[in-house]
């Protein structure tokens, strides 16, 4: 059995004793480790330690009982928690508030079994990863090294460096890849640096095994900028660096819009149906809320700039870990994979939300965003002219971007960190919008 299969069969095994007592020992025997390798291997492919695993799953079943009538002190005792202030202190912790506001604001949906083999991510070892270029007319001796997500902070399970030229990359959106293909190729014809497939030996863009992809691409040239890169220099001209950037690739799309097909969405209908309403009751949950206020100016006057906002085919996701740059100039965008029809003003507002959710790693930081906004701003406008209502539109399109992070995040226990800082950005934004928009 694979490590995956056998640390199912102790996740299988606590969820079928939650009610009773789990010892440590115990569960590494039914996988079949030692408990020092149990806990290594468990919190690496779940993500916590087992304890808190335990804790979450105890709580998400006391809930959902405490919502179809059985007592909170009687659920606390019969899911192992001694007191009812410690159960409290549990909840509060996972949850944001007491079980009694939880199930105000929220029905609890009935918790279903943990699979973890069907969430397991791919790992590929060299010796897989050199037996898969083998379709590839490549040197096989190329060094294969790790990418990194999330401006550096965690390493990519399914993407690798293949020497100086190329990156070799799997996933399952397949759709995806060949919407990143068709815009790369775009690109590259009207001269831009873009990752481009290299044809295997059968000439295919890609190779499909399991109903997994495996692309080989050419590398563009630099790396994404740091925290501290963008943070500690002069951040006007390193934000108009990026808006240039995103402008000049915007006008490539412009002209391709209509050879690309990708999905059309609309940004205010995603929010005002969708991300609103969850992010009111998300931020009521945590003790985060926004005053009626903010709700209220951001329907109606963003609905009456919405229909007025140009749209085009746009990156989407234009994060900083997807531009690259090189002596202090970008040399190129990576990952089309979720490129779509939509207002343009997205990319610029997402990219500066992007170097926001870094700000807390610098001293300051916060204070020192608005100005790498206005580069961004400033150098998108210098490629592709803003209107009027575009500009009265930035800060609505920045709080529609963080209330879809919010919405987004609110059930992805592994983004547990990225919901809190989101949370809290939106409320910054809001607290701080006449210093970071009133020089837009």
Known sequence: M??????????DHIEENLKCELTLSEIAEIAGFSTYHFCH???DNVGMPVAAFITKRRLYHAIYDIQNGRKIIDTALIYGFNTHAGFFKAFKREFGCSPTKFLKLNSAKKPTLVNLIREAKIMLTQTQIRQLLTHWD????YEIGTTFIAGGKEKSNDTWTIGEEYVFKTGKNIAGLKTHIAISRALEKSGMVAACPVQTKNEEDFLIEDDRYYVLTNRIKGGFLTPEQRYTGDRF????????????????LKVQDSNLDVNDNNLLDTVIKWALPETKRIMEQWGCPLSDEFYKDYIESFSKLYS???RHVIHRDPNPSNIMF??????????FIISERNIRLFDPCYCATGILSEADQIDGGFEKW????????????????????EKQSIPYVIYSIQMIFIAWLADKEIYKSVALQNRKMLVWLWENKDKCFRAL
Request: proline share 2%; hydrophobic share 35%; glycine share 10%.
């Open 2 to 11: 694979t490590t995956i299969e056998l640390l199912q069969k102790s996740i």
């Open 41 to 43: 291997k468990f919190c």
């Open 138 to 141: 490549i040197d096989a001796k």
């Open 237 to 252: 001209a390193i934000g108009k660096n990026y808006g240039e950037a995103i402008g000049s690739l915007h006008k490539i």
């Open 308 to 310: 007025k906002l140009p």
């Open 326 to 335: 090189s002596n202090g100039e970008v040399t190129g965008f990576i990952d």
């Open 370 to 389: 608005d100005e790498l906004l206005r580069g961004i701003i400033n150098g998108y406008n210098t490629k592709c002219e803003l209107t009027k209502i």
